[in-house]
């Protein structure tokens, strides 16, 4: 496991501890909105059922241009 420490000097998640904390809470605000599965949100979003997989599984990054547009719709 490797640190990263901030300005701070404490250690914060690296970047795949981050992708994982991201798709969580993305699932969890797919599952609030009852969208209870990933087709209705694909639909809605544009994206496909498999990228939308790969997000909220930490398998695929996003930028936050990119999850802010999710949000939005």
Request: net charge positive; glycine share 10%; no cysteine.
């Amino acid at each position: 496991m490797t640190l990263h420490f901030g300005r701070k000097g404490f250690a914060e998640p690296g970047p795949a501890t981050r992708r994982r904390q991201l798709g969580r809470q993305l699932r969890d605000l797919r599952v609030a909105a009852g969208l209870r599965t990933m087709d209705p949100a694909a639909q809605r979003t544009g994206l496909s059922r498999a990228t939308i997989s790969r997000i909220e599984s930490a398998q695929l990054s996003i930028d936050w241009s990119s999850s802010a547009w999710l949000g939005k719709n």
